[in-house]
């Protein structure tokens, strides 16, 4: 009787070690689920600056080639008038 008491004492967990080691990895785990929060939150925040940055970059890139066809014209404009310049006779 002592042994079959003895075996089953010492091969099994008691409710409260198990309860220890269950409160444990329960801390564990809040714990990382704070960090993923956190970094969910700040991904989130990354995302929507750079979706910014992209609809600025579309706009900027977009004012660029406005000028630079203005500066096309102007280049146009610029060559012409020297060559009328220069067909016209010096005296």
């Known amino acids: 009787m002592v042994l ?5 004492i010492s091969g ?3 409710k409260g070690y ?4 269950i ?5 564990r785990i809040d714990t990382i689920d704070g960090r993923v929060r956190t ?3 700040t ?13 600025q970059a579309q ?7 406005q000028i630079n066809g203005r500066v096309d014209g102007l280049d146009q404009q610029m060559q012409q008038q020297a060559q009328r310049q ?5 005296g």
């Open 59 to 65: 706009q900027n890139a977009q004012r660029i080639d």
């Open 23 to 27: 409160a444990t990895v329960n801390s």
């Open 12 to 14: 099994c967990a008691t």
């Open 43 to 55: 991904s989130g925040q990354a995302l929507t600056q750079a979706q910014a940055a992209a609809g």
């Open 86 to 90: 220069q067909r016209r006779p010096r």
């Open 39 to 41: 970094v969910e939150g």
């Open 18 to 21: 198990v309860n220890q080691q």
């Open 4 to 8: 079959v008491g003895s075996v089953g």
